[in-house]
């Protein structure tokens, strides 16, 4: 049997399809050699929108998944694909069953109930614009106002990591660390903020610096790649991390929502009194 390299996969949603396109991530990162070719269908609730849905998959059928409240939608996407002999999950069916199984009470179904305006979504958002304003060196007067601090030099994910912090409801601010430039002061005074320290290997960061090279027209290139230049500036992070007790993360191998899901652990630890581990091997 030849597989195929590639393949069509409906992601059909009420919403906006957010968790559909994450589930179908996780899922075929799994298959390296096959790639997906994606049909988003968000804010599928009518039946004339559904339609459109059913000759899209029709045109070109694969795989369908879904997530649709409405149960006369769901039912008939669900024979659709059956005529056409195309496999077809609704992919939190399985999980809710387990809820009602535990919790022994039916769901309450609600379209795009994650998306609700309550506390957590406000505090989201709250995170985000304060990410956004205090990126790259624009620490807050007060860094308590902060929930994470990240330090690292140049192209360490500090930008990146912070805005996915954010989206996860953490007021993030970080500083590139220079070893010619001292620290602030404000660093060193009482605050609640977590101060973390993200590390890459020379490699990396090497490569990373040359392919941004292009946009570094205010920059000295040769000393912003240079090998030994950059082990120098990941050994005066270390020492820094040392000297304050400051936990390290290394990025080299870690995408940026393993890092920062890295990073909470690191920063639930702390609230739990325990002390985080700051060998950037074990962390």
């Not at 599928?44 to 000759?55: D, E, M, N, S």
Request: overall charge neutral; some cysteine; charged content about 20%.
């Amino acid at each position: 049997m030849t597989l195929p390299s590639l393949f069509h996969m409906h992601l059909v949603s009420d919403a906006t399809g957010e968790t559909l396109a994450a589930i179908a991530k996780a899922a075929i990162v799994q298959y390296q050699n096959i790639r997906a070719i994606e049909h988003v269908h968000p804010l599928v609730r009518t039946q004339r929108q559904l339609k459109r849905v059913l000759a899209d998959i029709e045109a070109e059928p694969g795989i369908v998944l879904y997530t649709v409240v409405n149960n006369a939608l769901a039912v008939e996407l669900e024979q659709h694909c059956q005529r056409l002999k195309i496999p077809c999950l609704a992919v939190l069916r399985p999980i809710m069953q387990v809820f009602e199984s535990y919790l022994g009470a039916p769901q309450t179904p609600t379209v795009a109930g994650q998306h609700v305006l309550d506390a957590d979504y406000f505090r989201r958002i709250d995170a985000m614009n304060f990410t956004m304003a205090h990126d790259d060196g624009r620490l807050p007067d007060n860094l308590s106002d902060a929930d994470i601090i990240l330090l690292g030099i140049s192209r360490t994910s500090k930008t990146p990591t912070s805005l996915y912090l954010a989206q996860r409801g953490y007021k993030t601010t970080n500083l590139p660390l220079v070893p010619q430039v001292s620290l602030p002061e404000q660093l060193f005074r009482q605050h609640s903020a977590f101060v973390v320290c993200l590390i890459a290997n020379v490699d990396r960061i090497a490569d990373v610096r040359r392919n941004r090279a292009i946009l570094m027209a205010d920059r000295d290139l040769e000393t912003y790649v240079d090998r030994d230049t950059i082990s120098a500036e990941i050994a005066y992070t270390r020492k820094i991390a040392a000297q304050y007790g400051w936990p390290i993360i290394d990025v080299t191998r870690r995408s940026i929502e393993e890092s920062a899901t890295m990073i909470l652990k690191l920063l639930n630890d702390r609230k739990a009194g325990s002390k985080p581990d700051t060998d950037p091997v074990n962390v």
